[in-house]
């Protein structure tokens, strides 16, 4: 799987262009805002966007994917369905932060664990990892070796717990459970800061030992 990592927002936030080489199929993950930012980078990597896909509801994550969606005619997937609260806040996550109003989104499919996108010829399992929010899920192509895993874990960090709805606990037994055993030599692209390996943060991340 091919990838582009696109820096939105006033929070650096990594909006993930990724793309199937065969077919130039691609998906836009986590476009939390500069719709026209992302819009340059589809164009000049030359790809076509099939999907919107969604880690979870935070607005810095999902700030443009109605505005793409319609631009692209495509449908916005994910995240799991316990962050639907997120989604139908965005308005209030708008006023908290500052930013631009963004209105209530519902994705087109809710997706659970166990489930897989396609992209292309890409297959992408669905990890359901709460504790950042309730609904968060990442999403990994095992044939790659990458794990796009929003705000889950970060280059020596964790996602924050402190939001409604979070849970530290939770977040810990998401990254053990479900991430790390997907093997050291998996390369996740976070939601923010830049890439590392399960096996580095496995040894290094201070939230891990």
Known sequence: MDYHIIPVTAFAQNCSLIWCAE??????????????????????????VTQILLTHGHLDH?????????????????????????????????????????????????????????VGQIRLDVLHCPGHTPGHIVFFDAVGRLLVSGDVIFNGGVGRSDFPQGDHQALIDSIRDKLLPLGDDVTFIPGHGPMSTLGHERVSNPFLQ
């Open 23 to 48: 077919t130039q199929q691609a998906a836009i993950v986590d476009p939390g805002g500069d719709a026209e930012k992302i819009k340059q980078a589809v164009a000049e990597q030359g790809v076509t």
């Open 62 to 118: 999902v700030g443009a994917a109605a505005e793409l969606a319609a631009h692209y005619a495509v449908k916005i997937i994910g995240p799991q369905k316990r962050d639907a609260f997120w989604l139908d806040g965005l308005p209030a996550q708008s006023r908290m932060f500052g930013l631009a109003e963004c209105a209530p989104l519902a994705p087109d499919r809710w997706l659970e664990e166990g489930e897989t996108v396609e």
